[in-house]
């Protein structure tokens, strides 16, 4: 199903069933004995599973530098990129627990319609955790035709209707036409200037991270042990909110990392209230819908995130941030056609300097034209992107031809979280973290905003309110 029609599947199938037909939300305490057995043993099995732990490389930063030095002296290469984790992570006899499960799971007869829910939940959960061992397997073996394989079963690729979305906001950037909405904001321009200006460090915004996660009693803890550690590490490029990990519930910060403060907001408001509290809910309302339970699938994970730094950015500078970046759909539709890292780098720079110039495609691009330093940023975000859906490859000239397709998900999952709020639903993409295509599932539940465990509370802005704005006050 294109994402386009997955909300409204879900409302017409909502319309079909009756209010007092509805169900109660399932969880473990209440499932078939036989399916909370195999539930257990899943979470026995797989919880410290985190595929972005095995295909993220160990020598990412000295493979750029290479690429780029060479980019700079006109020669062609592609990274080689290496896997450390991947190499030393320990499957056991999983595959095997896993397929027996699975075999249970198959021949399961459920007694109602919760039972038929949750056999179906737990079926793909199994086919997810399989698509991670074969994943794990096909990098410590090198063959990316089983990585390829193993990276479509878990990810949703690119479809034409986000295609089109992306072309159509690609185009308005090279016009020009792409506009930034300007709402009366929250603080004074003396307290903005404040925040844009100030750096933090990791361990500042760790500090951040902390004090959101206790105010939401989410915070790991000796009484919770459940909860969310904050991590700083060198092992993470990129903020990181991972319910399952080998470090259990973690949220990794790079270590080194600075922001500014807006940023440092919008962090807390996109990572610990969109995505650690969306984890949560889900593991106390549903089976699979947050922690070692929950499914890879982060299209409606990322909305969310989305959702709250936006309206923080709106709510602190005034500023709409918009639609994510049209690129990455670029660079995995280039991928998916077999292209190697050098041709989609040098795709991604010709995009980004198309929009810089504003010179459409009718029009040669040169980049010669750009200034050396607006170059060098096209440089590190063609990078990032190319890097990014290069992930998992041990062959960077893609002689299998495949993108990693993960973070179509920032795209996809904003257009859905926004149609999902216009309709009035938002609350849905808070109850869980709900796989691609599964919306329509919800429609069978007792749903509404009331049946959140955890509400949404502005923490980012409170944190603000009680805690860096005093800071600047003794300035």
């Known amino acids: 199903m294109e994402f386009g029609n997955q909300v409204k599947a879900y409302l017409d199938k909502s319309e079909l069933i009756n209010d007092a037909d ?16 195999v539930a257990s043993k899943i979470i026995k099995t797989t919880a410290t599973w985190n595929p972005v732990e095995l295909y993220t490389p160990s020598n990412v930063d000295e493979q750029k530098k290479i690429f780029l030095d060479a980019i700079h002296a006109g020669n062609v290469t592609n990274p080689v990129f290496e896997y450390s ?31 038929h829910l949750a056999r179906v939940a737990l079926y793909f959960k199994l086919k997810d955790d399989l698509a991670t061992f074969n994943l794990a397997q096909g990098l410590k073996q090198k063959d990316d035709a089983i990585i390829a ?38 603080l004074s321009a003396q307290e903005i200037q404040y925040l844009e200006s100030q750096k933090y460090d ?12 206790n105010e939401y009693g989410m915070l790991k803890t000796a009484e919770s042990p459940d909860g969310f550690a904050v991590v700083i590490s060198k092992e993470v490029t990129g903020v990181d909110v991972r319910d399952k990990s080998a470090q259990g519930p973690t949220i990794f910060i790079p270590q080194g990392k600075e922001t500014d403060g807006i940023t440092l ?25 947050g922690g070692p339970l929950r499914l890879d699938d982060e299209d409606l994970y990322e909305g969310l995130g989305k959702r709250y730094d936006d309206e923080l950015n709106m709510q602190l500078s005034g500023k709409d941030t918009g639609v994510p970046l049209p690129y990455y759909s670029f660079a995995v539709k280039s991928a998916d056609e077999g292209r190697s890292f050098h041709d989609i780098f040098k795709n991604q720079v010709e995009l980004r300097t198309r929009v810089k110039l504003h010179k459409p495609f009718s029009e040669i691009v040169d980049i010669s034209q750009l200034d050396p330093k607006d170059l060098s940023a096209i440089e590190d975000a063609a990078w990032t992107t190319t890097y990014r859906v290069m992930r998992s490859h041990t062959d960077t000239t893609n002689r299998i031809a495949y993108g990693m397709p993960k973070d179509l998900a920032y795209l996809r999952g904003y257009h859905l ?19 691609t295509g599964a919306l329509q599932l919800l429609a069978e539940f007792n749903l509404n905003e009331s049946s959140l465990p955890l509400q949404y509370k502005n923490k980012a802005f409170e944190y603000w309110e009680k805690v860096m704005r005093p800071q600047m006050q003794t300035t």
């Open 149 to 186: 394989a193993a990276v479509r079963l878990k990810y949703p690729g690119l479809d034409d209707s986000l295609l089109q979305l992306a072309l159509i906001d690609l185009d308005a950037r090279i016009a020009g036409k792409e506009t930034e909405q300007k709402t009366p904001t929250a």
């Open 417 to 435: 979280d926004l149609e999902l709020k216009q309709k009035g639903i938002g609350y849905l993409n808070e109850l869980a973290v709900v796989q």
């Open 265 to 289: 907001l919008k962090l807390v408001g996109h990572e610990v209230e969109g995505h650690a509290r969306q984890s949560v809910n889900g593991r106390k309302l549903f089976i699979i819908g």
């Open 22 to 37: 509805k169900l109660d939300l399932p969880n473990l305490e209440n499932l078939p004995q036989g399916l909370k057995d």
């Open 202 to 213: 990791d361990q500042q915004l760790a500090d951040a991270f902390i004090w959101t996660l």
């Open 85 to 115: 984790y991947a190499q030393r992570f320990e499957v056991g006899n999983s595959e095997e627990i896993l397929m027996g499960l699975l075999t249970e799971v198959r021949r399961f007869k459920p007694e109602d319609r919760i039972g």
